[in-house]
């Protein structure tokens, strides 16, 4: 069953601006993750922020989790014309001895215009 | 060096035909899987796989099989495939965290197979 939901599924702003993106999950997590998808290329991670994390950070990337509301945001600060891909959340899932599964999102497609 | 390689990138066949695709990672991970993204970009977890385990998504049909030669290795192999399995395949590795080990839960994927099946 899907697990993240990524909101909104498009977004195009000019290079510059500020991107935000949602993603609500619905069941317990030991982590959330958000990956990268340039088109026609395979998932890139970025960023990973644990259940008992708030806020983390990473060059322009600015992610913030709120498991109360089982929420999770990603923004893009400062966007460039490379930052346009999709972006999706993932949430993890111990399934087994040494394997996690992780449950990803349909994505947000960010459309950055020069 | 290509961390999570994926061969071939393309594979267009006919219904009913047997395929295989191949996946190999350099980084030493423990952990393989395969993803299935269909045309609404929606990836899912199809299996996950280490030396101890396979986890099979009970939604992935019988006709799609793993098989592991060694740790570094993953090849998917579908039988008589169907106009439903055409979509991009991803192959991504992890060394996943054991108690008192090292290790992180961030997978590494492949640049993905778009399967067309005609």
């Known amino acids: 069953s899907q697990q993240g939901e990524e909101d909104p599924q498009a977004l195009s702003i000019q290079e510059g601006e500020n991107a935000t993106m949602n993603c609500s999950y619905k069941t317990s997590i030991n982590n959330l993750q958000w990956y990268r998808q340039n088109s026609g290329r395979g998932l890139v991670h970025l960023i990973l922020?644990?259940?008992?994390?708030r806020e983390k950070h990473s060059g322009r990337l600015r992610v913030t989790l709120d498991t109360s509301k089982k929420s999770s945001s990603l923004l893009i600060t400062a966007s460039r014309a490379a930052d346009t891909a999709s972006y999706f959340c993932a949430t993890d899932e111990r399934s087994g001895a040494g394997s996690y599964q992780l449950t990803f999102g349909k994505g947000t497609k960010l459309s950055v215009i020069p | 060096d290509t961390a999570v390689s994926q061969t071939p990138k393309y594979l267009v066949t006919q219904m009913g035909n047997d395929k295989s695709i191949k996946c190999e990672q350099n980084?030493?991970?423990?952990?393989m899987y395969w993803y299935k993204q269909d045309s609404k970009k929606f990836l899912k977890i199809m299996f996950s796989?280490?030396?101890?385990?396979?986890?099979i998504n009970e939604t992935v049909p019988n006709r799609f099989s793993p098989k592991s030669p060694d740790k570094a290795h993953l090849n998917l192999h579908i039988n008589s495939l169907e106009l439903g399995d055409s979509a991009v395949y991803f192959c991504a590795s992890s060394q996943v965290p054991t108690s008192g080990g090292v290790g992180t839960d961030t997978q590494y994927f492949g640049p993905g197979t778009r399967l067309t099946v005609l």
């Open positions: 922020i644990r259940s008992n994390e």
């Open positions: 796989y280490n030396n101890k385990e396979l986890i």
């Open positions: 980084l030493g991970h423990d952990t």
